[in-house]
């Protein structure tokens, strides 16, 4: 019998997004299906998804670029829960602010599915390949990209041929949200070993044997 979660749709709704979230979505899986198997790790020096990103973004228009932009920040912000940056700092061995924006990026990049199941139980990130390397000390690894905002930048340049335009529509558009101050759920101190276990059982056991 499958232990599978069904998918959440709230985790990725907190505002009126620009984009139809399935349509956003399906940008990055065009992306991913493009590189095959070398989706999943970030950690390769030729990494090629990040510019399969760019290329699936820059067939759009300028405008709809703008708007998968500002869609692109509402689902970071939607993972921006303690929950997940404990499990991010298991992961990495340490996350600090910048580290969980990134963590949170390479996330997106992991697909939809990976994506709301995470965010929703972080978890279950120690089922991901990727993971399971990074707990490796020979395996390497990396699930954290900077950034997926310079991908966006970047298509939208090569559309326009500049990018001032962009950023200027971008700032009038985050100026109009209502954005978390602080990460959402439960938290625990980075030290407290004890709930790290409790609460990420099995990524405790990967990362703290």
Do not use: N
Not at 79 to 97: K, M, S, T, V
Not at 152 to 171: K, P
């Amino acid at each position: 019998m499958s232990t599978r979660q069904p998918r959440s749709t709230s985790v990725v709704h907190l505002y009126d997004a620009p984009v139809e979230i399935d349509d956003w979505w399906a940008v990055v899986e065009r992306a991913r299906v493009a590189v095959g198997d070398r989706a999943g790790d970030r950690d390769d020096a030729d990494d090629p998804l990040p510019d399969a990103l760019t290329d699936e973004l820059a067939k759009l228009g300028a405008d709809d670029i703008v708007d998968w932009e500002i869609t692109f920040v509402q689902v970071t912000d939607s993972a921006y829960r303690h929950p997940l940056w404990h499990a991010a700092y298991l992961i990495e061995g340490g996350c600090g602010d910048d580290g969980f924006m990134d963590f949170r990026d390479g996330l997106i990049l992991q697909g939809r599915d990976v994506f709301t199941r995470a965010v929703d139980d972080p978890d279950t990130l120690a089922e991901l390949p990727v993971v399971r390397a990074m707990a490796d000390e020979e395996g390497g690894g990396w699930l954290g990209f900077q950034s997926i905002g310079t991908c966006v930048e970047e298509a939208y340049r090569r559309v326009r041929g500049e990018t001032d335009s962009f950023h200027e529509a971008v700032d009038r558009a985050l100026a109009g949200l209502s954005r978390p101050g602080e990460p959402a759920g439960p938290g625990w101190h980075w030290s407290d070993d004890d709930a790290f276990r409790e609460h990420l059982p099995r990524l405790s056991a990967l990362f703290q044997p």
